[in-house]
């Protein structure tokens, strides 16, 4: 069975996109729209995101006008987006929406992994839902020189110092990458 890993870019100040949903911040960042190879898991076999970060791409993307792009950019890779709401899907796109918890899709969610890995991709507060269902195993980040006045934060919960330990931290280009596993509760 593989990890499940939460890996995503956030700001100094512990925001993922800003108040309007946005991760425009990000690719102002020198590489933000190109990053380097290793910092995201790009051998992962699942995707899991939230219905904003998956509404967001679809948008930045233009994914529903170009549905050919979906397999440019995910190829076969099964794409889980956790909603409340029906959303579109591109043409020929391999998009499963769940509702619910967590722990409820999570069947699902590994079986189509296989021995594989499974990235969240974003938001935190699904992150911390995988976190609180004791599923999540690796955090990792790429912290990038920006910081906002608000938005979305990266956990909106508690995490204290006995759930994670530094595995490692490095520069990357304008980035600083910080990888952390997550221990038992």
């Known amino acids: 069975m593989g990890r499940i890993i939460f890996d995503t870019a956030t700001t100094i100040n ?12 990000l690719f102002a960042v020198e590489n933000g729209d190109d990053p380097a ?6 051998d992962a076999a699942v995707l899991v995101e939230g219905s904003s970060t998956y509404e967001w791409v679809l948008r930045h993307e233009q994914l529903l006008e170009r549905p050919e792009r979906w397999r440019e950019l ?7 987006v956790f909603t409340s709401r029906r959303l ?4 020929g796109a391999d998009v499963r929406l769940v509702s619910g918890d967590v722990s409820s899709a999570l069947p699902e969610i590994r079986a189509a992994a296989g021995d594989g890995d499974i990235w969240v991709v974003g938001g935190g507060d699904l992150a911390g839902q995988f976190l609180d269902a004791g599923a999540l195993d690796r955090v990792e980040l790429s912290v990038a020189p920006a910081a906002l006045s608000a938005g979305a934060p990266l956990f909106p919960r508690r995490v204290g110092p006995d759930r994670l330990r530094l595995v490692s931290a490095r ?5 600083a990458r910080l990888v952390y596993d997550v221990l038992p509760a």
Do not use: N
Request: aromatic residues 18%.
């Open 14 to 25: 512990g925001f993922l996109a800003d108040e309007h949903h946005s991760l425009d911040w």
């Open 171 to 175: 520069a990357v280009g304008q980035f």
């Open 37 to 42: 190879e290793g910092l995201y898991p790009a």
């Open 88 to 91: 579109p899907v591109p043409a």
């Open 74 to 80: 995910y190829g076969e890779t099964p794409t889980f």
